[in-house]
């Protein structure tokens, strides 16, 4: 199995209560990953871009979080992927093989 990294972009709720029913979402999916989640991670707060030494510039949709799953292959990293509920809010997910070293 190889592993991927889930690093989800934008996203966030508007309310208390969007924000209360995306939780329970984001659980439900997660319990469904089974031994297929690594990492739940970690949410995100704030970030700034850096494209070198004291070069700051906007970036497109923050990071908002990250997981880390196991599957056979890019494919099913993206099936598992696709389920996620973050669309919901207009948000994204890259999806990385970790290479190992």
């Known amino acids: 199995m190889t592993r991927y990294i889930l690093a989800f972009r934008g996203g966030m709720p508007n309310s ?20 297929a989640l690594v990492d739940p991670g970690a949410a995100m707060g704030k970030s700034r871009f ?10 497109g949709d923050p990071l908002s979080g990250y997981s ?5 292959d890019i494919d099913a990293a993206l099936e598992i992927a696709g389920r996620n509920p973050i669309f919901s809010l207009g948000g994204s997910i890259e999806i990385a093989e970790q290479i190992k070293m």
Not at 16 to 35: H, I, S, V, Y
Not at 50 to 59: Q, Y
Request: proline content about 6%.
């Open 16 to 35: 208390p209560e969007e924000g209360e029913k995306m939780m329970q979402e984001w659980n439900a999916w997660m319990d469904g990953l089974g031994e």
């Open 68 to 72: 880390v799953i196991e599957a056979d």
């Open 50 to 59: 850096l494209t070198g030494p004291g070069k700051e510039e906007a970036a």
